[in-house]
């Protein structure tokens, strides 16, 4: 099979190869050396770049050899080398074919003889028959001429001829259509050398090296060097298999010539060390190099105790290829009448010669990558996981940050001082491998409302909230092909408690807007799902916009900061009994115990959105407090009486309608009955005739005497009067309006006030400790962009996006439909959502009494989301890009801690590891825009990298 691409790597293709190959190289070398993969010998890290390098200036001298195999001489290779200094080197093959029709021959062939027994009169006797057929032959002249050689830049006139032949033969067919085009002149197959050439030094020595101070340099097969060095073989691999093809597929099978067996050759790209681990020559023999390249030795002096194979070894092995591939063109055996010269058989040898170099050092190379990854992993002990891997950083991250600063879990109880909890507000967090879930941790800083802030609950109404505020800061991670933890908001009331959730952004300095708002009462349980949205980091955005016009980057930018304005996720809880104390203005904790009454207040509230003024405490401010209590269960008591007595009212209307409706459907059907009846005297009918107040009664009457008895027809029909009872209760009713009334007229109406300074709620998590700060009032808002900035400036490898959350709008909820029922449970979807919103505004607007009273005991948790993306899975972040993860987090944790809790990095952290996070992540200890280490920083960075070089 022809194939113009290398195969990736195979292990046990790779295995093979090598086992084959220590075959040749235990006649090259003495019989003392012991040569094994390296995974089978103790070496360092530094040998593998070693090895890396070898392997490389092998491969390149190997192509020389072949190159010199195809005619190039020592006096050429310093003239392509000059040549390389400004212009481009190319080695190109040329070829063309032609067919010319030359001559017609007819000829005469027979057929076998065939003997026939025929019976005559005589006796049998023996025919003997043959058939000659007369048959045209066209002959045709087949032609074909190919050259091998080198030119520079653009002028293929200015060559250096390397190889060429020309051949023919003669082709016969039996029509007279030409086998082959009169005229073929194939695409020409270029390699450029350019590169390959640069790698020699004066001396004509490959000295190719990596940069392992290159910031591109990750590992001995990542690296911009070993890039190069692949492009450029891949490209020689291509242009030896287009060779191949055009011999073996286009040129021999013209006359049915076989095609050459290419893989006979030794190749001395090896992927080998000494198991001695001595870094000696083999006296036995010592080479110099007999090609017109070598390879340099410089920094084979600098490794000691080594187990890579030395200079002279690869020397050693270059010669065993070049005898190879000489012996194997001497032994080849080809036909004289064949297409095939020794020119064209020492080209295809030499192609897969080429392309087994290619390829051996292209599996080289990823196995000492893929050795890598089966050492770390046997150091771990397995493949880990990216769950795993958020447990380990759970961990770290309570290593390095001070208690108060460090992550805490996203889970408060909900309560007033010294009070029970009335529920539990949080987020968690469900991990790919199934874990059961657990509360987020966030980098959390708590501080006192000083300004209160709003929402809307429709054009005219705004409520206002003070009590805590909590900025928490959530910093996710994901690699390629995984999958974020499921991050769902978690909410439960206690028993006979109640809270109102919102749940929106923050829109202004003072400006809440919820998305989603619910009541959650009585052990309820509820589960809102939260989708994640990472925005582009801000060196991606810049990048994108750069080359756009001035108009499109405008609508960008501002359509950007939309959306990091969108990252400022809100949740806001609203205690509602102490807001009924308030707007009852009832004394604080006056309903702590009034179960029941809580609850009438409540269902008064929620289902017939009554005003609180029907029911709040008016008289004496300094009356106690059971005084006070009283009144308002008298005024709950009343409204609950004509609640009642209205529901009754129209419950028994409703009868009377159902029942009138009824009537009307049998009264036409009777009447219809009564037309053959005759009727009575109109004076005697008229009385009787209404059918809507009173029975009616036809009755038959004969001719001119006496009313007959006959069958009567009533209809019974409601009376439309109220029964008594309810005229009582509607006169109470009357009686109590007007009584409130007079009452309001007299007292001065008391002005609610909104107090910034009112007692605040406490939300604590259990376990965690809460920094509280007392500040002025913080604009929000401000923080997305400074996250933003702060990303591009710290971020070295523009990994830490933003993230939009938002809620779901599919809700889980669990719920018990009465004090001892089993649990139940709904899937709440956009209708359902619709309805609970509009539900919590009418109980917000009757606690707010429509916006005049704010809600004191009230707690705003606002998120900061980001997302540490990785280009590569964990494996192969580790493996390939050699870069450690806990590092890379641990710098995204400091970048938003630092924004989180306004404090520098050196505050945050253990004094014990300041030394070792300064080593490897310097910039987020500096201040910007400064961008400056101190000399204590600098001091700390170097203590660090001392440590780590006595480990």
Known sequence: EQSTKMQSYDASRFHRQVNEALES???VLHNARHLKLPDNVTHKYDDKYALADLLTNTALAAQVNNLELLGLTKENLVTIRQWAKDRSVTLRLKAEHGCTFTKEVERKVESPVYHTKVKTIIGKQEITEKVVTTVTDYHWAFSASWEIFLFKGNDPNDKISLLQNALSCDLITSSKNSPQPSTSVFPPVDLNLTWLLTQLNDNAAFKFSIDRDNKKCRTPRRNPDTEFALKFLQEVYQWAGSVREYYNGKLFPVNSTLPVRDNLSFVP?????DENNKHQKDTSRTSSSKSIVSISDESESKRSNSPVLTVNDSHLFLEEQVRSIKAAISDYRFSASSLQSNSEVRVVILAGSFQRICQNYSDGVDYIEELLRRQLIAAIGKVLTPAEFTYYMEFHNRNIFKEKYGPQPFSYAIRLPDHYPVGLIGIDGQLADGTLTDPIPT????SKATRQMKFALNAATNVSFGGDRYLHAYVSHEFSGS????????????????FILLIGTITGPDLFDPKFATIVRDKDDLSIPLLCETLPTAKEFKDAIESLSPEQQRFAKAYRSMQLSSTLFGIVVLQVKPQLEKVLKLPIDSLSKEIKLTQDILEIFTKYQISSDLISYEGDENAP???KVAQVKKHVKAMQDMIY??????????KMKEKMAKAKAVV????????AIPMCAPTMCAPTMNLCSAPVMMMARGGGGPPAPSPVLAVAMPSPAPPQQLQRQQQQQQQQQQQQQRQSSTQPQSQPTVQPDAPQNQFKAEGSVTITVDTEHEDYTKLPSQLDSKFEALDEDSALRSTILKAGKTWTKSYQTALLAAPSKKTMHTGDLEEEKKKAFDLLDCLSRSGCLSFDHASLHIVLAATHCFDKTLTDTLVKDNMNPIEKMERSMLIIGTTVHNKPAKKLLKPEVLAKVLAYSPGVFQDLPHLLPTSEDKALQDKGKEKEKVK
């Open 625 to 627: 407090k059971a005084e």
């Open 483 to 498: 999958v974020g933890a499921k991050l769902n908001v978690t909410a439960r009331a206690r028993q006979f408690s109640c």
């Open 269 to 273: 790209v090896l992927t080998l060390f």
């Open 668 to 675: 036409p059907e009777r009447m219809m009955r009564a037309r």
């Open 25 to 27: 190289v235990n006649r």
């Open 443 to 446: 980098l959390v800083r708590h």
């Open 645 to 654: 007595g209205t529901r009754e009212k129209e419950l028994e209307e409703q």
